[in-house]
């Protein structure tokens, strides 16, 4: 079956920089496209961050853009989230999720399949 991983959460002052990976394995799958979404405590799921599947499109949540980018490496089956100027409010549980097809979109109930996620801590 296939599944994501995300990785490289952790615990970070303000301004500091992060790196998460989400890794998609156990194929058979086709073109996707794979979206990052984060829960703060206490707070609903959003948006954060999406890159298409074809043609390598992206999209960023208002609160993002400019100090977070997303990447892939299609070799790896591998996406990132590279975040920078981090803030206290960026603290949450950060997921990655995939959408089969060649569509971007930066609804959570149109994704697929989802991570189980990755914990990132911004200290003030």
């Known amino acids: 079956q296939v599944q994501l991983v995300e990785s490289g959460g952790g615990l970070v002052q303000t301004g500091g920089s992060l790196t998460l990976s989400c890794v998609i394995s156990?194929?058979?799958?086709?073109?996707?496209?794979t979206g990052w979404f984060r829960q703060p405590p206490g707070k609903e799921r959003e948006f954060v961050a999406a890159?298409?599947?074809?043609?390598?499109?992206?999209v960023y949540a208002d609160s993002v853009k400019g100090r977070f980018t997303v990447s892939r490496d299609s070799g790896k089956n591998t996406t990132y989230l590279q975040m920078t100027s981090l803030k206290p409010e960026d603290t949450a549980v950060y997921y990655c999720?995939?959408?089969?097809?060649?569509?971007?979109?930066?609804?959570?109930?149109?994704?697929?399949?989802w991570g189980k996620g990755t914990l990132v801590t911004v200290s003030s």
């Open positions: 999720a995939a959408r089969w097809g060649a569509a971007l979109t930066t609804t959570a109930g149109a994704m697929n399949l």
């Open positions: 156990g194929g058979p799958f086709g073109k996707h496209m």
């Open positions: 890159v298409s599947g074809v043609g390598g499109r992206t």
